[in-house]
């Protein structure tokens, strides 16, 4: 054998057995990661149980509820109402309006008192509006759509009711999950009137609104469910990014 063959063969020896030796030393490793990742997740899943006696950190009523298009709708609603079954009177609606103020820029009038909240407004072309906000002097229509899209000229048609009844005095929101536009009014009709039409997502109008109502909410009943409600459009629904 030369002396290039043996070097060669020497070369292969020590590169084997530091390979075996980092082989031997990475499974080491690896076992004593598990082991020990083992050890922490029986700690971490009996700490868990401790804390879930009196937090129950993956109970979520909304997921429970698992809630379509109308039930969303309802529950907003229901928040919305100044002499609500949450017994927080005027504050949610006075918050949503804030919320509101600062997405068009312009602030909202209203005697408590004169307030209508409806479900299911009906138009002249036999269409329903999913919430609709009377403030007395003035307007808020709210299409509600989470995920589905939007039948022919259904947006155009509300704000041409809207229009005719209520002149200037009204704002149509379009409020998508994930803060998709509607297709279903002309792009001409929507240059022209920006100041009547809000395209808005859940990120955006419905969760800060939420925030603040949960921060300010006296009821920790309603502070669980608000909570819940937040959690719940984090899971379920991206922000878009233009």
């Not at 939007?150 to 041409?160: A, G, I, L, M, T």
């Not at 792009?187 to 969760?207: G, I, M, P, Q």
């Amino acid at each position: 054998m030369s002396y290039s063959e043996e070097s060669l063969v020497r070369f292969f020896k020590i590169a084997k057995k530091i390979y075996t030796n980092e082989k031997f030393a990475y499974q080491n490793k690896l076992r004593d990661f598990f082991i020990r990742a083992k050890v922490e997740y029986k700690a971490y899943k009996k700490i868990k149980r401790e804390v879930d006696r009196y937090l129950s950190t993956d109970f979520n009523f909304m997921k429970i509820l698992s809630p379509d298009e109308n039930k969303l709708s309802d529950l907003i609603k229901i928040l919305l109402e100044p002499e609500g079954i949450h017994g927080q009177g005027t504050k949610f609606l006075k918050l949503f309006l804030e919320i509101l103020s600062q997405n068009v820029g312009r602030s909202f009038e209203y005697e408590p008192s004169k307030v209508k909240i409806e479900r299911e407004k009906a138009t002249d072309k036999n269409r329903r509006i999913d919430l609709f906000i009377d403030l007395g002097e003035f307007v808020i229509a709210i299409e509600n759509k989470p995920w589905a899209g939007e039948r022919e000229s259904q947006v155009e048609d509300y704000f041409n009711w809207l229009q005719e009844k209520y002149g200037d005095n009204f704002l149509l929101i379009y409020l998508h999950g994930t803060g998709e536009e509607p297709t279903s009014i002309r792009r001409e009709a929507v240059e022209n009137n920006r100041d009547k039409l809000l395209f808005t997502s859940y990120h955006k109008l419905l969760r800060p609104w939420l925030e603040k109502c949960y921060r300010e909410c006296e009821s920790q009943k309603v502070r669980f469910f608000i909570k819940d409600f937040i959690d719940w459009i984090k899971e379920n629904f991206r922000e878009q990014t233009y």
